[in-house]
């Protein structure tokens, strides 16, 4: 059965507030969420190294191993709102425009609100972050499982170590730094649920190592510019190393992979990849902090989709100009008739198609990773 466009977001309109709300309320439990791992666990008994690409990033995820509670220095002391206010210059066009929109919600706030919001705001990102990395740990360890190649799994393996680092790490940053936790968020959260329940290997690559995993290195790149916090920078140039090297491997295996698939099972992996740009697209909208805030979150999800095309968008920005370059990369942006490619363009991000993937990027932090006692 082949599992359509559809079947993911559950809706024809991308921008139909009354499904995203609708998303928005499910509930995940209060301390476990159970769902369906599907898929063929994968004995292979060909144990030749044939993938030079993939043991090359096992040995540097070999070399580049950290350790949470040694390499980082939980006795810094962190300022909430400080690091919060650290993100707010970047957002600044984004809320003088929100605040000029008629009928704004937030038309009268002044400073004030605008510096707890970016608290709140803090807040729910490292909650994302951790909630995220517990998905990213659950996927590779299903990736270990279900990939038919052994220079895939051994690379595998050393990513559950690293996911189950970033766990710790996030988890002990929000419990011992900053004041207060979120719930994961739905869109997040469904995302991932799909990625676990397809039963199709490739899939589980294509929506976390490609899109959670390339939404995330953005987000902790865009976080590690801006901070001046030490503990905090520290700990995302570890993860970043990490991560660049997770995407690394999602592109190097599905470019091998894609290259024998025909055009309606890569449709298939295009209609995939939109699907789960617009969870992550409807994640970004955190409308736990704003109502938090006090403002309803039917009237902001119709703010934000209203102002999504605006040039220059922050939120857009971050979350696109890592996914479409490695689409474009793994052939899946003019795959077919361009269904992807219309896609993006549709939904205006088509312009960071060029912008830097994440194939070699992990070069860098690697070396970075290897020094890191410098900072």
Same mark, same amino acid.
């Given at each position: 059965m082949v599992e359509t466009a559809q079947q993911f977001l559950g809706r024809d309109d991308v921008d139909s507030v009354e499904a995203i709300l609708a998303d928005d309320s499910i509930d995940f439990g209060d301390l476990v969420h159970p769902t369906p791992a599907r898929g063929d666990a994968i004995f292979?008994?060909?144990?030749?190294?044939?993938?030079? $690409?993939?043991? %090359?990033?096992? !040995?540097?995820?070999?070399?580049?191993?950290?350790?949470?509670?040694?390499?980082?220095?939980?006795?810094?002391?962190?300022?909430? !709102?400080?690091?919060?206010?650290?993100?707010?210059?970047?957002?600044?066009?984004? #809320?003088?425009?929100?605040?000029?929109?008629? $009928?704004?919600?937030?038309?009268?706030? $002044?400073? %004030?609100?605008?510096?707890?919001? #970016?608290v709140e705001a803090l807040n729910w990102r490292m909650s994302q972050f951790l909630h995220g990395e517990q998905g990213a740990l659950i996927c590779t360890a299903k990736i270990?499982?279900?990939?038919?190649?052994?220079?895939? %799994?051994?690379? =595998?393996?050393?990513?559950?170590?690293?996911?189950?680092?970033?766990? !710790?790490?996030?988890?002990?940053?929000?419990?011992?730094k900053l004041e207060g936790h979120y719930p994961?968020?739905? =869109?997040?959260?469904?995302?991932?649920d799909d990625i676990i329940g397809d039963s199709r290997w490739d899939m589980t690559y294509m929506g976390m190592q490609i899109m959670v995993e390339g939404l995330a290195l953005a987000a902790f790149g865009f976080m590690h510019h801006v901070t001046e916090e030490p503990l905090l920078k520290k700990l995302l140039r570890y993860v970043m190393a990490d991560e660049a090297r997770h995407v690394a491997f999602g592109v190097l295996s599905l470019q091998e992979y894609y290259a024998g698939l025909g055009a309606a099972e890569l449709r298939e992996r295009q209609e995939f990849a939109f699907e789960a740009a617009l969870r992550m697209r409807d994640r970004l909208m955190m409308h736990r902090v704003w109502e938090t805030m006090g403002v309803d979150r039917r009237t902001v999800t119709e703010f934000l989709l209203g102002m999504r095309r605006m040039r220059n968008n922050p939120f857009q920005a971050a979350l696109f100009s890592k996914i479409v370059?490695?689409?474009?990369?793994?052939?899946?942006?003019?795959?077919?008739? $361009?269904?992807?490619?219309?896609?993006?363009?549709?939904?205006?991000?088509? #312009?960071?198609e060029d912008a830097t993937d994440t194939g070699e990027e992990y070069e860098s932090f690697d070396e970075v990773a290897r020094n890191r006692a410098a900072g």
């Open positions: 292979t008994w060909d144990y030749e190294r044939s993938r030079p $690409g993939l043991a %090359k990033l096992s !040995e540097k995820a070999k070399t580049s191993q950290w350790n949470g509670s040694t390499d980082l220095d939980w006795s810094t002391p962190v300022d909430p !709102e400080r690091v919060a206010l650290e993100m707010a210059p970047a957002a600044a066009m984004f #809320q003088q425009r929100m605040a000029e929109l008629p $009928g704004s919600p937030v038309a009268r706030w $002044g400073p %004030k609100e605008w510096t707890q919001f #970016q270990v499982a279900t990939t038919p190649w052994i220079d895939a %799994k051994y690379y =595998a393996a050393t990513q559950v170590m690293d996911e189950a680092r970033h766990v !710790e790490v996030f988890s002990r940053y929000l419990d011992t994961v968020n739905p =869109a997040l959260q469904l995302l991932i370059p490695n689409c474009k990369k793994l052939g899946l942006l003019d795959a077919g008739d $361009g269904w992807l490619r219309d896609r993006f363009t549709d939904i205006g991000v088509i #312009q960071f």
